[in-house]
């Protein structure tokens, strides 16, 4: 993923490290903010993945760790609800001064009430969207019950969550106490998508009937069926990530500039593969896919391989070729499926290719065409098919220059 390490200071002086995850291109046509759960940090699987799926529709995403958690500076015993919104505010700030304004802002479990508190403040954001969020911010103090007594009469206690020892302070659960989240929910005035599961044990789907209760409309209630609250499963960050992009493309405001920078650039194509598997993002003519490789080969599988999309730009340039010819010669081809597929043969087993040694590239594609043509018809088109601009290529001369950029 393409990303930037940065650093914002909130308004207590603490130096709160944050990611701006990027489009493939590196040019963004809108801004988000994640607010991860509580106690977790910017780097929860679940973040990368949501935060995946929108860098693909062209959204940039910055999420940071809130105050004392994870590479933020602070103490986490001293900070409480109200400081997590007050760190997304100044995220707000830093993100419209540095890049461009949110318009879109996306939290998970206690960060989903924090952003429908933060957007009163965040003037530029549009849509918001939460995912197993609780309707009221104390619900946190129902995961404390063994150290609340301790925490009530000696004003603190070290807390285990998630497996990780936490100071708590009594601010902290007086600042709960006090927070009223209803009025927020319905003073919103932005798109809400709220994401739950109802299998979720740690905040219960009756948060979410409450939150979208409460809510005016435009609302949306996705329902994440067997996830679990963090989300663990892959492919259930990764659907979670698809249906807030999808959702938020609505409600993105592309200015006339951008729309005008994106039309003078249709002919790029940018692709990228971070440091670690073979996943590789492209950015097509504004149009966003995925390559990877088998797992056989060491990849994840996670989209097509490399000789997948050339194939599959071949038989897309046959069948553009071929429907444009009939419809000149107005003939009734009603649909047209090409078949392909690649291998490397032995040089000496093609008696009409000039390579004689060493290996070669088949690519073998089956024409089914319906309709009611003749048979005359049907032969024409079989040699139109080899007449496209990308067989043309791939048989012609190519010169391919690469640079460093």
Not at 117 to 128: C, D, F, H, R
Not at 149 to 172: N, S, T
């Amino acid at each position: 993923m393409n990303f930037k390490q940065l650093h914002f200071s909130n308004r207590r002086g603490h130096r709160l490290a944050a990611r701006l995850d990027l489009p493939v291109d590196g040019r963004p046509r809108a801004y988000a903010i994640f607010a991860h759960c509580f106690t977790c940090t910017k780097n929860l699987t679940a973040a990368a993945n949501i935060s995946r799926s929108l860098t693909r529709e062209g959204i940039a995403v910055l999420r940071f760790d809130f105050t004392g958690l994870g590479q933020s500076e602070g103490d986490f015993a001293d900070t409480n609800f109200t400081t997590n919104v007050s760190d997304l505010v100044d995220a707000a700030q830093y993100l419209t001064e540095n890049y461009g304004s949110p318009q879109i802002l996306v939290g998970h479990s206690l960060g989903g009430a924090a952003v429908i508190q933060a957007a009163a403040e965040i003037q530029s954001a549009q849509a918001v969207a939460v995912i197993g969020a609780p309707a009221r911010a104390d619900h946190v103090i129902k995961h404390l019950t063994g150290a609340q007594r301790q925490i009530e009469e000696h004003g603190e206690a070290e807390v285990k969550l998630a497996g990780r020892p936490f100071r708590i302070k009594k601010q902290f659960l007086d600042n709960l106490k006090t927070e009223r989240m209803s009025g927020f929910i319905q003073s919103l005035g932005r798109a809400l998508l709220i994401l739950h599961s109802p299998v979720d044990n740690t905040v219960g789907i009756e948060n979410a009937a409450e939150i979208f209760q409460r809510a005016k409309h435009p609302k949306s209630f996705v329902s994440l069926e067997t996830a679990d609250h963090l989300l663990t499963d892959p492919a259930d960050s990764r659907y979670t990530g698809t249906i807030i992009a999808a959702w938020s493309g609505r409600y993105i405001a592309v200015s006339t500039r951008e729309k005008a920078r994106d039309a003078s650039d249709d002919s790029r194509v940018s692709v990228r593969t971070g440091s670690a598997g073979y996943m590789t993002e492209i950015l097509a003519n504004g149009h966003s896919m995925i390559a990877d490789e088998p797992e056989s080969t060491g990849g994840t599988n996670t989209g097509p391989t490399p000789y997948d999309f050339l194939a599959a730009g071949l038989g897309a340039c046959k069948a553009i070729t071929l429907r444009m010819y009939a419809d000149r010669k107005k003939w009734p081809l009603e649909s047209i499926r090409i078949g392909l597929s690649h291998r490397k043969i032995h040089a000496e087993d093609c008696r009409s290719c000039e390579t004689r040694k060493g290996y070669l590239d088949e690519i073998k594609a089956s024409l089914f065409l319906e309709g009611d043509l003749t048979a005359d018809q049907r032969q024409r088109l079989a040699e139109i098919a080899d007449k496209c601009p990308v067989h043309r290529t791939l048989t012609g001369e190519i010169r391919i220059q690469t640079d460093l950029g």
